[in-house]
């Protein structure tokens, strides 16, 4: 499984951003949940927020109400909205899916997506 992940970028403090993550195989398999990840310069990488397949969600708590994730099963993709961005925010964001096809399962990571907040 491919995760491609794209939409970020350079913004001003107080913008907005949206990533999106995209799933692809030549196997047929069904998303369970997907999350993104950010690390910054020397930190560690950790979850910024997660959604299952049905929707529940789950924020840590610098971001609640500013960022939103959302997922098209359709589509096998996964988004994170974010607002009102600040310079804390910057860093390298990462998607990463829980996937299962008929007879496997695994988790998988795409590529990182830069956002760059200006003060």
């Known amino acids: 499984v491919q995760l491609q992940a794209s939409g970020g970028g350079l913004v001003q403090n107080g913008g907005s951003l949206r990533l999106s993550c995209a799933a692809s195989?030549?196997?047929?398999?069904?998303?369970?949940?997907m999350g993104w990840y950010r690390q910054a310069p020397d930190q560690q990488r950790y979850l910024v927020a997660s959604i299952t397949s049905s929707g529940a969600t789950n924020y840590v708590d610098s971001v609640k109400g500013r960022f939103t994730i959302s997922i098209d099963n359709a589509k096998n993709m996964a988004f994170l909205e974010m607002n009102s961005l600040k310079p804390d925010d910057t860093a390298v964001y990462f998607c990463?899916?829980?996937?299962?096809?008929?007879?496997?399962?695994?988790?998988?990571w795409g590529q990182g997506t830069q956002v760059t907040v200006s003060s």
């Open positions: 195989s030549g196997n047929i398999f069904s998303i369970n949940a």
């Open positions: 990463r899916a829980e996937v299962a096809g008929t007879t496997w399962s695994g988790k998988f």
